[in-house]
């Protein structure tokens, strides 16, 4: 039986016990979208620290974290930078740990289904950068199979290597709709992420600047898994009744 345990992991007398009796941890910890005031931080590195802590209290065996593709690379957007800080910890500490990153979620893509509804897609550039993001299912199976593992770190994609001109194509066509594609170029998105960091808090800038990132951007990681972008557009649009 599962048992389920609600705490404020940035809390750290609220997470007591809550590694009792584990042998592994897996943390997707992170901000998305955040509302209650809390900081990339506070979230992704301090709560993360303190589950550590924990872990490292139970003599837990392995300690999986979810990080990002190129998370070395892209520390200068606030909301990685306070992702790897906690994985520069977790690697410096005595845990076992296994780092996945992946390079985006099927999740953060469903952006181009709902601009394909409107009857409208936009990408930035050419639209020929490429990325394969991974379904959530499918990388619960590579974190499944990292248990265990003395793999340090693991570079994670789906199965598809598309564009981005491409993504949109599948989801005009998912909703049988003619394609109508504009391009914004880049130095149009560099002008607004400037605005973005001098006009708003970085809860508010900090996951726009991410994503407006790594869509500009080739983010391309190994292949694993069998669900594809098609499949999970057809999917979402069914249950939300885009489609029959």
């Known amino acids: 039986m599962d048992d389920v345990f609600i705490s404020n992991v940035t809390d750290p007398n609220s997470i007591s016990g809550i590694c009792d009796d584990i042998n592994i941890v897996f943390s997707s910890i992170g901000i998305t979208k955040q509302k209650d005031g809390l900081t990339f931080m506070d979230v992704d590195f301090q709560g993360n620290l303190n589950l550590l802590h924990e872990a490292q209290r139970q003599d837990v065996e392995q300690f999986i974290y979810i990080s990002a593709l190129n998370g070395p690379n892209l520390r200068h957007l606030k909301m990685i930078d306070a992702k790897e800080q906690f994985a520069e910890r977790l690697k410096a500490s005595s845990m076992p740990c296994t780092i996945i990153r992946p390079n985006g979620f099927f999740s953060d893509i469903l952006e181009y289904l709902d601009m394909a509804r409107k009857g409208r897609g936009y990408v ?3 639209g020929e950068y490429r990325i394969n993001p991974i379904h959530g299912k499918d990388l619960a199976e590579v974190c499944v199979q990292a248990a265990g593992s003395d793999q340090n770190e693991i570079d994670v994609g789906g199965p598809d290597l598309l564009t981005h001109n491409q993504i949109l194509k599948i989801a005009f066509e998912v909703l049988g709709k003619q394609a109508k594609v504009s391009h914004i170029p880049i130095w149009a998105r560099n002008a607004l992420l400037g605005l973005l960091r001098f006009m708003t808090p ?10 407006m990132t790594v869509l500009a951007t080739d983010m391309i990681a190994p292949q694993y898994g069998q669900i594809t972008l098609k499949d999970f557009f057809k999917e979402t649009a069914l249950e939300r009744s885009w489609t029959s």
């Open 202 to 211: 970085v809860k508010v800038y900090g996951p726009l600047e991410f994503f």
């Open 124 to 126: 930035f550039g050419s």
